[in-house]
């Protein structure tokens, strides 16, 4: 837990400006993280923006609890199990902002009709499942049809991007329209934290 506190206070102090949270159930996705009480924990120790990514099967059944625990956005799955409109809104029910996420092999509009609905949209620029992987560089085209669609629509609506992000892949997802960059690896791994943040110039890592 000091070690939890301590990484927080480090992030904090790097100028990201928000946490983001994966939480895996194992079924939806082969990896199992942390889940509510680890998300109470975090809650307490910081005032960061918590943006809370569900990788798991029913998220439907879980929104509320994450919302109490803490959760300040949600993301959840179009390709799980729970019926995605009722799923937005029992996010915003709960006192939260919802997002949508697809995978990589889902195109970008499948999530075009629930664009008036959200706060955000998540593009995964990796399968989902564990850290540490490659970019995909077709997602960047799926960053871009989405933000295309969502000024089609006059929206104003945050797309996330997630998985490869660094120095490198972070230029053209931005170009691409992405405004919320997720690091975790190349944040982590860098000797700076400060420095590595800045590089990604979005502004909203982690
Ligand atoms: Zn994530």
């Known amino acids: 837990m000091l070690e939890?506190?301590?990484?927080?206070?480090?992030?904090?102090?790097?100028?990201?400006?928000?946490?983001?949270?994966?939480?895996?159930?194992?079924?939806?996705?082969?990896?199992?993280?942390?889940?509510?009480?680890?998300?109470?924990?975090?809650?307490?120790?910081?005032d960061l923006?918590?943006?809370v990514h569900l990788m798991i099967t029913d998220p439907l059944k879980y929104v509320k609890r994450f919302a109490e625990s803490g959760a300040d956005i949600i993301s959840f799955h179009t390709e799980?199990?729970?019926?995605?409109?009722?799923?937005?809104r029992a996010i915003h029910e709960a006192g939260a902002k919802a997002a949508v996420a697809i995978k990589p092999a889902t195109p970008a509009e499948?999530?075009?009709?629930?664009?008036?609905?959200?706060?955000?949209?998540?593009v995964m620029t990796v399968e989902p499942g564990f850290g540490g992987q490659s970019f995909i560089p077709e997602c960047t085209d799926k960053v871009r049809k989405v933000r295309e669609e969502i000024k089609r629509l006059g929206l104003d609506i945050d797309v996330e991007v997630d998985g490869g992000i660094n120095s490198s892949t972070?230029?053209?997802?931005?170009?691409?329209?992405?405004?919320?960059?997720?690091?975790?690896s190349y944040l982590f791994k860098a000797d700076d934290m400060k420095k590595a943040a800045a590089s990604l110039k979005a502004g909203s890592v982690c």
Not at 80 to 88: C, G, H, K, Q, V
Not at 170 to 184: D, K, M, T
């Open 49 to 51: 923006v918590l943006d």
């Open 80 to 88: 799980s199990r729970s019926d995605t409109l009722e799923t937005i």
């Open 110 to 122: 499948e999530v075009f009709r629930f664009l008036p609905e959200v706060d955000m949209v998540l």
């Open 4 to 46: 939890l506190r301590n990484e927080i206070k480090r992030i904090g102090e790097s100028g990201i400006e928000m946490l983001h949270f994966d939480v895996m159930d194992g079924i939806f996705v082969n990896n199992i993280t942390y889940g509510l009480p680890v998300l109470e924990m975090v809650r307490k120790a910081t």
């Open 170 to 184: 972070a230029g053209e997802v931005i170009e691409a329209g992405a405004n919320v960059l997720v690091s975790g």
